[in-house]
């Protein structure tokens, strides 16, 4: 058995598309657009996240299993995240007695 | 079916591939499970930023950014080279996966010099929080704040990547005492998704902390 989970190529490809991201990271912090430059930079982390899973970690190449528990992390984690900043950034809205 | 995979089969699997497919399965429930663990912190870091967004791009601000973009340089390329031993691994290359391993080991050793370096410079700067905190400004509390999530996360990275490096070590001397084939190197695979992972909570850490800094200085 000699077969490559993924080609040298692909590996090659993904390695550079990490570095670009990178670069283009730093540069949106130069750009100084106040709060959004950490909402652009999270998610151009995200997409080199999904990069880093797909063909480093295979995630993309493993059985269909792996896909189905890292997409069970992920709708977790956005319920999880949505849930808290909504609690959290709604508190002022309604003006209750006693709070 | 060579020897050496039938060696590595245990009996409880069928095929070679089910064996490598279960463990697979298995290492990715963890790095879930750690993302979770992570995913706390992120979340409370969300809320603190949201409520006092200034006060953190002070923080930010007292950054080493040139440190921490060539850390994140540092581990993409020790990614790449770590999936570079798994293509040797699958290829049966075993010096090659040998080098590979060395190299992402050297990598990652790097990274941690350079993490502890800022730690030191953080710590000469008096921003080390609770015990060894000065900030003269106004906010001095949520900039506080700032750095004990900076300390909190970037030292649980830490961790992670101390025992990625460990991990590495064991496969270096299994790889030279040949417990790995073509066949069989499921054990470099794995620590291939660890690695990988590690690589991936700093890529957000670089994002949160540094990113809104690069402005301010």
Not at chain 1, 57 to 83: D, K, N, S
Not at chain 2, 81 to 96: D, H, I, K, P
Not at chain 2, 140 to 168: D, E, N, P, R, S
């Amino acid at each position: 058995m000699n077969t490559h989970l993924v080609s040298l190529r692909s590996y090659v490809l993904t390695w550079l598309a990490l570095l670009g991201l990178t670069v283009l990271t730093i540069l949106i912090g130069f750009a100084n657009l106040g709060q959004f430059s950490v909402l652009i930079a999270v998610s151009i982390a995200a997409v080199q996240a999904s990069l880093l899973a797909a063909v480093y970690m295979h995630a993309l190449f493993g059985p269909t299993l792996v896909r189905v528990i890292v997409a069970g992390g992920i709708v977790w984690f956005l319920f999880f995240l949505t849930q808290t900043l909504g609690d959290y950034m709604t508190r002022g809205w309604v003006p209750f007695p006693g709070k | 079916m060579s020897e050496a995979a039938t060696l590595a089969l245990r009996e409880q699997f069928a095929t070679p591939r089910q064996q490598r497919e279960t463990a697979s399965i298995g290492m990715w429930v963890f790095v879930v499970s750690e993302m979770m663990i992570f995913s706390a912190l992120f979340v409370g870091f969300a809320v603190y930023r949201l409520s006092s967004p200034h006060p953190f791009d002070i923080g930010s601000g007292e950054m080493e950014l040139t440190l921490g973009s060539i850390n994140t340089v540092l581990l993409i390329c020790s990614s790449f080279t770590m999936a570079l031993a798994v293509y040797n691994a699958e290829s049966g290359n075993q010096r090659w996966l040998v080098l590979f391993l060395l190299i992402t080991m050297f990598l990652g050793s790097l990274f941690l010099g350079i993490k502890l370096t800022e730690y030191y410079d953080h710590f000469r700067d008096h921003k080390v929080p609770a015990l060894w905190f000065h900030y003269a400004g106004s906010s001095a509390g949520k900039v506080q704040m700032f750095f004990i999530f900076y300390f909190i996360m970037t030292g649980l990275h830490v961790i992670h990547l101390v025992v990625g490096l460990g991990l590495l070590l064991v496969m270096v001397v299994r790889s030279l005492v040949g417990a790995f084939s073509p066949e069989y190197h499921t054990p470099i695979l794995m620590t291939g998704v660890y690695w990988s992972f590690v690589d991936v909570i700093w890529i957000f850490l670089y994002a949160i902390f540094y990113v809104p800094g690069f402005h301010i200085k």
